[in-house]
Antibody
């Protein structure tokens, strides 16, 4: 069965760092582009970042450029999101999601991990 | 990268049809036939209901349909059922591997 399981969320002070992980199972991880999507409390979904299936390209929403880094380890079937210089507005549930090569939609999502930014 | 505009809420009685609009720009909704719709029940992961504007993934009821005209996409739910009560989000490809979501619509079954 296809599964995505996020971990690494927690409470962090503004300006500090956190690394999220997304463990994939049940499919050939290295064949899929992977995304991070977040939802702040009371807000809608927001696309955050993508890493291509082979790790060759990554793109970010403007609000996280220079602070967040998406990466993957295809040997471990795991996607990461390194979040530095965290701000209050980064507080959200972070989901990882799968995209079949250039299909332009997210067919499998994880359950999400909560990131709380608070002093 | 502004969020696509959706109505905050839409409601209908069981058996009725409702339509949720999703308005963007020529740089996203209007520029690509890559609009998808996601259903999210509280505490659950989002689930794709429509992709490529009007295609349904395997297993999704044909009560769900999508369309697009210009910079506005729409999701129609016909024969509304209690289990359709959820939040719905549109999403559009915006070029250069970027994506933009809608603001979300809460569907209430009266």
């Amino acid at each position: 069965q296809v599964h995505l399981v996020e971990s690494g969320g927690g409470v962090v002070q503004p300006g500090r760092s956190l690394r999220l992980s997304c463990a994939a199972s049940g499919f050939t991880f290295s064949s899929y582009s992977m995304h991070w999507v977040r939802q702040a409390p009371g807000k809608g979904l927001e696309w955050v970042a993508i890493m291509w299936y082979d790790g060759s390209h990554m793109y970010y929403v403007d609000s996280v450029k220079g602070r967040f880094t998406i990466s993957r380890d295809n040997s471990k079937n795991t996607l990461y999101l390194q979040m530095n210089s965290l701000r209050a507005e980064d507080m959200a549930v972070y989901y990882c999601a799968r995209e079949e090569l250039e299909r332009r939609f997210f067919d499998i999502w994880g359950q999400g991990t909560m990131v709380t930014v608070s002093s | 990268q502004s969020a696509l505009t959706q109505p905050a809420s839409v409601s209908g009685s069981p058996g009725q049809s409702i339509t949720i609009s999703c308005t963007g720009t020529s740089s996203d909704v209007g520029g690509y036939n890559y609009v998808s719709w996601y259903q999210r029940h509280p505490g659950k992961a989002p689930k794709v209901m429509i992709y490529d504007v009007s295609k349904r993934p395997s297993g999704i009821s044909n009560r769900f349909s999508g369309s697009k005209s210009g910079n506005t996409a729409s999701l129609t739910i016909s024969g509304l059922q209690a289990e359709d009560e959820a939040d719905y989000y549109c999403c559009s490809y915006a070029g250069s591997s970027n994506y933009v979501f809608g603001s979300g619509t809460k569907v209430t079954v009266l």
